[in-house]
């Protein structure tokens, strides 16, 4: 096993000549169910998901707990549902970044982001139609060890931008269809 | 303190007012901070946040693992960001329907949802330019215990739609700056 950042290349490399032989190996599906406890909180459970032509399931569900702190009338619980919108982004980055820069073959020591959004809650209230319900923006500020020259580190942020599935997921429409089951 | 679905309505009230007031209550900047542990594995870490014109800062921070399954060549450590994305829109969709419900005087007993996703991980690994990174599409079913009549449900659902700001975060275009700070 050849690893480059933690990142088997070898598996990854055999993934890419599969998935060009068969197409279908690319495909997942993924899953969350979420149940209401009262107020703001909530709690989503992420076990199984579809992918490279098979059914997976985790030895232990993962149990996320979302609430909202007290000045928007929640008790703390978890962090709340925005702030895991900037959890995704956050994790989808730095994984683009660290594979890509794994199948690049540049070795990379440490990798920290911070990020913010701004959020105006009129939108959310119904107080005004003017103002959009979620982050009018999000700032992404990467810092990354590396004896990589400068201009391929930009390199590795710009493709992680270009190829992060959250990324296009935030910054690009995504259809959502809800539908209720009752 | 007068509760509805667990939702403190007089306090939603006194701030729906403060913000007709002064709209710069209405003002939120939410953070999250991120560091990689090694391959598909990182750890966000949530406190602190501006919003109501003060900064809040919570007792304990919220410590969220990333990480990815064996397929994806990861250890499992965490859901992967975009079961987290899922996790946002399921967190914020429930709560929009709760606040919104609790307003309106409508009791709710329970609410579940279920989320799924299709993903094609060629635009990920740059396989395919005509294939997106991110899901194709998000399923979202609700099913909601209420003494409410049916229609007021459908009701609720559509205006968790509406006022979401994880729905619209991801339904709609969000801008994202990316910046390399080395």
Redesign the interface.
């Known amino acids: 096993m050849k690893?480059v950042?933690?990142?088997?290349i070898e598996?990854?490399s055999e993934?890419?000549n599969a998935?060009?032989g068969n197409?279908d190996i690319?495909?997942?599906?993924?899953?969350?169910?979420?149940?209401?406890l009262?107020?703001?909180?909530?709690r989503?459970t992420?076990n199984e998901?579809d992918?490279?032509c098979s059914m997976?399931n985790?030895?232990i569900s993962?149990v996320?707990d979302?609430d909202?702190?007290p000045?928007?009338?929640g008790q703390?619980q978890?962090?709340?549902?925005?702030?895991?919108?900037?959890?995704?982004?956050?994790?989808?980055?730095?994984?683009?970044l660290?594979?890509h820069a794994s199948a690049m073959g540049i070795k990379?020591d440490?990798?920290?982001?911070?990020?913010?959004?701004?959020?105006?809650?009129?939108?959310?209230?119904?107080?005004?139609e003017g103002i959009?319900?979620?982050?009018?923006?999000?700032?992404?500020?990467?810092?990354?060890k590396s004896d990589a020259p400068?201009e391929q580190?930009?390199e590795l942020?710009d493709i992680?931008?270009?190829?992060?599935?959250?990324?296009?997921?935030?910054?690009?429409?995504?259809?959502?269809?809800?539908?209720?089951?009752?």
């Open positions: 690893q950042n933690g990142v088997d598996k990854l993934t890419m998935i060009r197409p690319a495909k997942f599906n993924f899953r969350a169910t979420n149940k209401w009262g107020g703001g909180h909530n989503t992420i998901f992918g490279a997976h985790r030895a993962f996320i979302e909202e702190p000045v928007l009338l703390d978890g962090a709340n549902p925005v702030e895991y919108a900037l959890t995704a982004l956050a994790g989808c980055l730095t994984t683009s660290v594979y990379i440490e990798v920290e982001s911070t990020l913010e959004g701004n959020l105006d809650i009129r939108g959310f209230l119904g107080l005004s959009r319900n979620g982050y009018n923006g999000i700032q992404v500020a990467f810092k990354i400068k580190l930009q942020v992680a931008k270009k190829r992060s599935p959250v990324f296009d997921i935030v910054s690009n429409p995504t259809p959502i269809s809800v539908r209720l089951d009752n």
